[in-house]
């Protein structure tokens, strides 16, 4: 079993900053690879970045490419998601998650993952 808490969703004007954190627990955080999703009000699951285990291999949505960077401290079992230059299409709640099995890179399919956090709101205004 694993627990995932994500944290540092806010409200901020379009063009500024946010960063995640995705705080582990229950499982060795170093084994698996890991993603974050993002759900806008009335619209499917999103994929927005994934990151293998090892840290060495990401994976971006095109929209995000450039102002997103996903990272990731073994050491902390935090996952990270750096947002700049945000923008009012970014809105939404953000999930992250846990690639099923060890070892892996990361994953465009939100199938692909068997745990998931509860999610932290992002609100751009413009």
């Known amino acids: 079993q694993v627990q995932l808490v994500e944290s540092g969703g806010g409200l901020v004007q379009a063009g500024g900053s946010l960063r995640l954190s995705c705080a582990a627990s229950?499982?060795?955080?170093?084994?698996?690879?890991m993603g974050w999703f993002r759900q806008a009000p009335g619209k499917e699951r999103e994929f927005v970045a994934a990151?293998?285990?090892?840290?060495?291999?990401?994976y971006y949505i095109d929209s995000v490419k450039g102002r997103f960077t996903i990272s990731r401290d073994n050491a902390k079992n935090t996952l990270y998601l750096q947002m700049n230059s945000l923008k009012p299409e970014d809105t939404s709640v953000y999930y992250c998650?846990?690639?099923?099995?060890?070892?892996?890179?990361?994953?465009?399919?939100?199938?692909?993952?068997?745990?998931w956090g509860q999610g932290t709101q992002v609100t751009v205004s413009s």
């Open positions: 990151i293998s285990w090892s840290g060495g291999i990401t």
């Open positions: 229950g499982r060795t955080f170093s084994t698996y690879a």
């Open positions: 998650a846990t690639r099923k099995g060890t070892y892996s890179s990361g994953s465009r399919l939100a199938s692909e993952y068997e745990y």
